[in-house]
């Protein structure tokens, strides 16, 4: 059973940077794309970037040059780096994990989630 632990939210002032983490552990063949989501209080939840096993990365425009996606293959940890926040950025952040089984086939697992809160 694969879980993945999300943790780095926290509150912090605008034009500050948190760093977030996704760890997954348990028992996979291996996972493909990584990424993290956010949610605000009565909005939908919205893609904020994502890798690929292979170090693509995807972005959300409102984050672009803003937050750095990257990820450790050997600890299978995928990190957000968010730089220069806005209070437009709060929001309860999750990650998602693309999992293989080594028959082929794939699942999502998610992070229980954390909290982002940006002050102005």
């Known amino acids: 059973q694969v879980q993945l632990v999300d943790s780095g939210g926290g509150l912090v002032q605008a034009g500050g940077s948190l760093r977030l983490s996704c760890a997954a552990t348990?028992?996979?063949?291996?996972?493909?794309?990584m990424s993290w989501y956010r949610q605000a209080p009565g909005k939908q939840r919205e893609l904020v970037a994502a890798?690929?096993?292979?170090?693509?990365?995807n972005y959300a425009d409102s984050v672009k040059g803003r937050f750095t996606s990257s990820r450790d293959n050997a600890r299978n940890t995928h990190y957000l780096q968010m730089n220069s926040l806005k209070t437009e950025d709060t929001a309860a952040y999750y990650c998602?994990?693309?999992?293989?089984?080594?028959?082929?086939?794939?699942?999502?697992?998610w992070g229980q989630g954390t909290q982002v809160t940006v002050s102005s």
């Open positions: 998602d994990a693309n999992i293989r089984r080594s028959t082929g086939s794939e699942y999502d697992r």
């Open positions: 890798i690929t096993d292979r170090g693509i990365t």
């Open positions: 348990g028992s996979f063949f291996s996972i493909n794309t």
